[in-house]
């Protein structure tokens, strides 16, 4: 060993490396490839081969113990590396620097290695073979054999820098065993290293075992994915499915997914690793795996709690609507105080224009969420609720799942358009699947026909909109909370067209305030003679064409400043296209006014009854339905059967056929509510008695007289509002309804409430109603009685 020890030069290259320890004796392969070690080997090999190998402390340190090392073999690679195979001959000490440019030169003093042992190193070594042994049974990382090997070495020292450098140790352990000369304390300091792997050993084997059930599946998966690929590479097949299901494995892994979702997933995925890219089931599989993983299960758009926020949004969007303002804004009260809460679902039924399907978008925007549209009119298969069955070519998700993925959130605004236009026939019926989807009680596990997975709906805030609840099942119209947007009147349409209509139109038609103005009166023309509807939708389009023409003089070039009035207006959009009905109506016999309610808001119509000679036939024209020719029938039967207390003479029935007509033939009338009306009208023609022009009336009747309660009756003193009616004839137990109405709609009406028909007559007929007359009755002569009897 001093032998040895004392053939190392004093003056040595310095081979250093962040990463290794080189023991004595030891065989180390090493690959070189910067510049300075290039030329540290190069110094090396054209002298005695020997260099000192140390490991870094620092960028500019160095550990004072290393190792002088001996190049076996050198090999010079293609790529500018070297590869070296390295031998450990002695410890040294690095004494001083001599040199650092272009590679380290050190002055070096060789340590011997002690070769006197005792008991005490014996039994170290003992214990330290043991130890190895026990490492042996945890892990399958050493070879007995090397083991048994190590007993033949006569050595301690040469047995400690093997078992040192043989192991996973730690680099400042490995280190710190280089730097202990002295035999018992690295014997010490080894064992201590070899105690702390066992007991991690031992801990990781524990572990192991707890999940090696599930280690054994993955690594049997592992395996048997690795044979395909080679199978799929020997036939030639291209390595793309192979990519693809590795891109699937890492997008479920990815995405959070429930259990049950995750585990539908991984099965199909299988399915589709043991299929060939040809096979149409192939594709079918693929598009169903992109629908389950990348379907929004958890990821919800975070909420905007602030009412005053709400508020002041929804404000600024809409003018009025305080109902379903106020919907909005407690729902968001109680998810603040609770936090959680089903979406409500939430209705909201009223005529053409008056800002439904706005206000949603103004909701979505206000709580911060994503919105979504979908109309439901004319649909009337039920798989475009509920999607189809994977079993079908070209399947797919229904719309709501559809709309769902396409926004990326589970939590979306969600309108439903139109929901009393919903079709049925024989391809089903989507008014009975959309019960599943609009019951909170129901949606938490919304099951759509092609992904057969439960969905949570019960986040989604669900929003109908109709424009009359007469055609919605009733099951359908149960699950929803009804709200009812009702006409805007004349002072509304004037502030909504200020504030919202006239600023939009000059954006769209890019034209500055400064250019045109309308006026008040201007509106007011507008509305009276130009649109007569409920909402405002053909009042923003008069504005825009009014808007256009001025464009068009702009765009010509002229300079244009006008503050239009209502004289103006016939110049823009030509003469009035409606007049107010009542100012050219006056008390006429035969002639009532009614009021009747339909989807696009309250309308008036007149009832015009005349009479001629013949058996007593009634006629009823007008497009009727049949439930308003009953009506006709029973007024007539009601008026026939008291005729004395009427004052109608008796012959006034035998003699004379009688003719109703609703004018507006062209639009289909139906429903109970004209009953007096058609009573007033027939009482008129048969009394002589004219009616006042300037009261309209509605309700029901019955043979004995009654008047019955009707419904839409906001929206039917809207209609008489509008057409200048003041005076209502109403039935009496409609009177407790009026209580909610706002006293813009009240202001100014005056309103008699009746229960039987004589006080309908009573107030409407000019004069009042005759009195009574009672009809001689002539005994029938013996003749007669004959042909009575006959």
């Keep these: 060993m001093e032998d040895q020890n004392s053939r190392i030069p004093r003056t040595l290259p310095v081979l250093h490396h962040g990463n290794v320890v080189m023991f004595p004796f030891l065989l180390m392969p090493l690959v070189v490839s910067d510049e300075e070690s ?9 002298n005695d081969k020997t260099m000192a190998f140390f490991l870094d402390k620092d960028d500019d340190n160095k550990h004072e113990i290393g190792t002088a090392v001996t190049i076996l073999r050198m090999l010079r690679n293609q790529d500018g590396t070297i590869s070296l195979l390295l031998q450990g001959t002695s410890r040294i000490r690095l004494q001083k620097i001599v040199q650092r440019k272009p590679f380290l030169m050190a002055d070096v003093q060789s340590i011997a290695e002690p070769v006197e042992e005792d008991t005490e190193i014996h039994a170290y070594r003992a214990v330290a073979l043991e130890l190895l042994e026990k490492m042996a049974q945890e892990s399958n990382m050493l070879n007995l054999e090397m083991i048994n090997g190590l007993s033949n070495v006569r050595q ?3 047995v400690a820098d093997i078992i040192a450098g043989n192991l996973e140790l730690q680099l400042e352990d490995r280190q710190r065993i280089l730097e202990l000369v002295d035999l018992k304390e690295r ?3 080894l064992n201590e290293c070899l105690a702390e792997l066992i007991k991690q050993l031992r801990m990781e084997n524990h572990i192991r075992s707890n999940i090696q059930l599930e280690m054994s599946e993955d690594q049997r998966r592992y395996y048997l994915r690795e044979q395909l690929d080679a199978i799929r590479k020997e036939l030639g097949e291209s390595d793309e499915v192979s990519k693809e299901i590795l891109k699937w494995h890492e997008l479920i892994a990815k995405n959070d997914l429930p259990e049950e979702v995750r585990s539908v997933a991984m099965e199909e995925l299988e399915r589709l690793a043991s299929m060939q890219p040809a096979s149409s089931e192939y594709g079918v599989i693929r598009n169903y795996l992109d629908w389950i993983v990348n379907l929004p299960w958890r990821e919800y758009s975070k909420d905007n709690l602030s009412i005053k926020k709400i508020q ?25 105080l609770k936090g959680s809460l089903k979406g409500p679902i939430l209705c909201f039924v009223g005529p053409p224009g008056t800002g439904k399907t706005s206000i949603g978008k103004s909701v979505a925007k206000a709580l911060n969420r994503k919105f979504i549209r979908i109309s439901l009119g004319g649909i009337h298969d039920e798989a475009e609720i509920r999607g189809h069955r994977r079993t079908y070519i070209g399947a797919m998700p229904g719309k709501i799942i559809t709309e769902i993925k396409r926004q990326g959130t589970a939590n979306p605004v969600f309108m439903l358009d139109e929901i009393d236009k919903l079709g049925r026939d024989f391809r089903g019926d989507p008014a009975s699947a959309l019960l599943e989807v609009l019951d909170p009680e129901q949606n938490y596990s919304f099951t759509d026909n092609y992904l057969n997975l439960p969905f949570d709906l019960r986040e989604v805030m669900f929003i109908t909109t109709a424009n009359s609840l007469d055609t919605i099942p009733a099951p359908l119209r149960d699950r929803m909370e009804i709200i009812e947007f009702t006409s805007y009147m004349e002072p509304d349409k004037i502030e909504i067209a200020r504030n919202y209509l006239i600023p939009r139109e000059l954006e769209n038609n890019g034209l500055n305030p400064s250019i045109v103005k309308l006026q008040k009166s201007a509106l007011q023309e507008l509305i009276r003679y130009y649109v007569r509807e409920s909402g405002v939708r053909n009042l923003q389009r008069r504005i825009g064409s009014i808007f256009r023409k001025v464009a068009k003089r702009v765009a010509a070039g002229e300079e244009v400043s006008l503050s239009l009035k209502a004289s103006d207006i016939a110049e823009y959009l030509g003469p009035r296209k409606f007049s107010l009905e009542m100012a050219n109506r006056k008390s006429e016999v035969g002639v009532a006014t009614g009021l009747a309610w339909t989807s696009y808001g309250g309308e008036i119509l007149f009832c015009e009854t005349t009479r001629m000679p013949g058996k007593g036939n009634i006629q009823l024209t007008g497009l009727l339905g049949e439930v308003m020719k009953e009506s006709a029938r029973i007024a007539l039967s009601h008026l026939k059967s008291h005729h004395e207390e009427y004052g109608i003479p008796d012959n006034a029935f035998d003699k004379w056929d009688i003719h109703v007509h609703f004018p507006a033939g062209a639009i289909p009338k139906d429903g109970p509510s004209a009953g007096i009306t058609l009573t007033t009208a027939l009482a008129s023609l048969l009394t002589k008695r004219p009616v006042r022009h300037d009261i309209a009336m509605t309700g029901e009747v019955t043979l004995q007289g009654k008047v019955l309660p009707i419904g839409g009756l906001k929206e039917k003193i809207l209609a008489a509002k509008r057409a200048g ?16 109405f706002p006293d813009a709609i009240m202001s100014g009406m005056d309103i008699n409430f009746v229960g039987q028909v004589k006080d309908v007559l009573s107030n409407v007929l000019i004069g009042g109603i005759p009195k009574a007359v009672k009809t001689k009755r002539t005994k029938a002569k013996p003749k007669d009685k004959i042909e009575a009897k006959i």
């Design 725 to 740: 009616i003041k005076d209502l004839i109403l039935p009496m137990e409609n009177k407790a309804e009026l209580s909610d």
């Design 187 to 189: 014997y010490r300091y």
């Design 312 to 336: 002041s949004v929804l404000t600024k969007d809409h003018y009025g609507l305080e109902k379903p303002k106020e919907r909005v804004l407690e729902y968001i009260a109680v998810k603040k």
């Design 38 to 46: 290039k030329l540290v080997v190069d110094h090396a090999l054209s």
């Design 156 to 158: 301690a020292g040469r």
